[in-house]
């Protein structure tokens, strides 16, 4: 169970069980969003038990 902050050149994968990160966040940015991950944990796991994060994102990914 993770998530993912990607975009230019980085690709950070978040398990949302330990809160472990794999890959670099670009400068400024790790507290801002592990803050959020961390605000909204609950959500994602939710959201990643009922499958949405098998289908096609809302803007057609």
Do not use: K, Q, S, Y
């Not at 472990?20 to 959020?36: D, I």
């Not at 961390?38 to 990914?61: Q, V």
């Amino acid at each position: 169970m993770h998530v993912h902050l990607v975009g230019g050149n980085f690709d950070v994968l978040i398990n949302l069980e330990t809160l472990n990160c794999t890959g670099t966040f670009p400068r400024g940015l790790r507290e801002e969003v592990m803050a959020w991950v961390t605000e909204n944990r609950e959500e994602l796991i939710e959201e990643w038990n009922c499958g949405i994060n098998e289908t096609t994102p809302p803007d057609g990914g």
